[in-house]
């Protein structure tokens, strides 16, 4: 018999939270929504549960919320911080949305979690999944939350998730059969106390995991390599070969198991691009692996997977210059891997809120690769400052005179990339939006 739930309050009224609120009314519970939004700002969510049982906690009175609630479920990006939260956590329950429905399901989770390639790669796995007939969901941090999955009773034979750390935070009892760590970078240092704290939050992905199940775990990434796990290890990496595990070798991805090679393809037969979605495609192997597919029909199946957008994305050749969206690389790990694909001459375009981040560690790869930085957003000064004799820097007031200034300074044979280190909100939607704007921008201004 399903469980069932008596008062209970979800914080934050966006999709995740409203369907954390239907997995809820589903169970019985009498459900609370709470949000710092005004009543006017939700109104579509609120036209959604008019008439059912749902008592709202909106704006300046969100806090009131958490009167005589017995258990609390975040939607992802709540911050602790939010008005009541700690002093609740005290007294009642407080899980996540994702925590909630994958307690209430019983098909097989696969998780994938890490600074970047996260999309990519579980992008990946439904691929390669739905190319050996498999009928998985695919969810979590992108697209569909698990709770529409769980309130919709839909079939699959597994739950493939992006699991950002935010999501992982407050989980205690989720398992995963298979998981994924595909790297671990310093990102939301502006959320946490320290990089510990962060690495911490993205390891609980592992928790409750068994020895019957598979921790896919980058074996090139210095904390990963010294991370113990319970479930049988299957690593990846670009350097050396792997026992059980993935690995790139004369421009080949092997697979091997017990020592011994089974599976392989070359590079130059994939539509992706980047050294990190060789990365990506072996994390993805891996995962396959876990769900019966033999790792041969998995790197058979990803060659013919696009890129995501706005990761690595090509825009366009023009006069000899080619122009990458990598709007989506919002950490400095993102650019050091993005950077870390191209020979120079590179033409940088970077900046934004930095979130916390030590930009130093962009130093070497932008010396080594970049021949103009173009900075721009809240923090440029900040990455200038800390960027200042890697390569020369100019600042540029909004997108438009970016580009303008990249063109100028990219000689013919050269890329011009951008890969902003930082979230896009100090001048944009989101970083999809920030994409849009230089992809419109690198073709005007390419077409006079």
């Avoid at 939607?75 to 939260?85: M, R, V, Y």
């Avoid at 928790?207 to 980058?218: F, I, K, R, S």
């Avoid at 050396?240 to 091997?256: D, L, M, R, Y």
């Amino acid at each position: 018999m399903a469980k069932k739930f008596g008062k209970c309050l979800v914080v934050g009224a966006g999709v995740s939270g409203q369907w954390a609120a239907e997995l809820l009314l589903d169970r019985g519970a009498e459900v609370t929504i709470c949000d710092q939004k005004s009543a006017e700002e939700l109104a579509v969510a609120m036209e959604r549960f008019k008439g059912r049982p749902v008592k709202w906690a909106l704006g300046a009175k969100a806090e009131e919320g958490f009167k005589n609630t017995e258990m609390v479920v975040l939607s992802p990006g709540i911050p602790g911080s939010f008005p009541g939260l700690a002093k609740a956590a005290k007294h009642v329950p407080i899980t996540g949305e994702m925590e909630l429905a994958a307690s209430m399901t019983d098909v097989p989770i696969v998780a994938i979690t890490g600074s970047n390639g996260k999309t990519t790669t579980t992008g990946l796995v439904g691929h390669i999944c739905r190319k050996q007939r498999q009928s998985v969901f695919v969810g979590g941090n992108i697209g569909a939350p698990l709770s529409q999955f769980v309130v919709e009773g839909q079939k699959a034979r597994a739950a493939v998730l992006e699991l950002s750390s935010y999501q992982l935070e407050t989980v205690s009892v989720f398992h995963a059969a298979g998981a994924a760590i595909l790297n671990a970078t310093p990102d939301h240092l502006d959320r946490y106390p320290d990089m510990a704290e962060y690495f911490r939050a993205k390891t609980n992905i592992f928790m409750n995991q068994t020895p019957e199940d598979l921790a896919v775990v980058n074996e090139d990434d210095i904390l990963l390599a010294h991370k113990n796990t319970v479930a049988r290890r299957f690593g990846f990496s670009r350097r050396k070969k792997q026992k059980f595990g993935a690995w790139v070798q004369k421009n080949e991805i092997c697979v091997a198991e017990d020592g011994r090679q089974i599976a392989g393809r070359d590079w130059s037969d994939f539509k992706l691009e980047g050294v990190h979605n060789q990365e990506n495609v072996m994390a993805a192997v891996g995962l396959a692996l876990r769900l019966g597919i033999h790792p041969q029909k998995a790197l058979d199946a990803a060659v013919s997977f696009v890129s995501q957008k706005h990761r690595l994305e090509l825009i366009g050749e023009f006069n000899d210059v080619k122009y990458y969206d990598d709007s989506k690389g919002t950490n400095v790990g993102a650019v050091a891997m993005a950077l870390a694909s191209f020979k120079p001459p590179v033409v940088l375009i970077a900046g934004g809120q930095g979130k916390g981040q030590d930009f130093r560690l962009l130093y070497k790869p932008v010396r080594d690769k970049v021949k103009q930085l173009v900075l721009i957003g809240e923090d440029r000064d900040k990455i200038g400052s800390a960027l200042a004799g890697a390569a020369p820097i100019s600042v540029a007031a909004d997108m438009a005179e970016a580009v303008r200034q990249a063109r100028a300074a990219a000689p013919k044979g050269s890329i011009v990339l951008l890969s902003p280190a930082c979230a896009s909100y100090d001048m944009f939607r989101d970083y999809k939006h920030r994409g849009e704007v230089f992809a419109r921008e690198v073709r005007r201004q390419n077409s006079r």
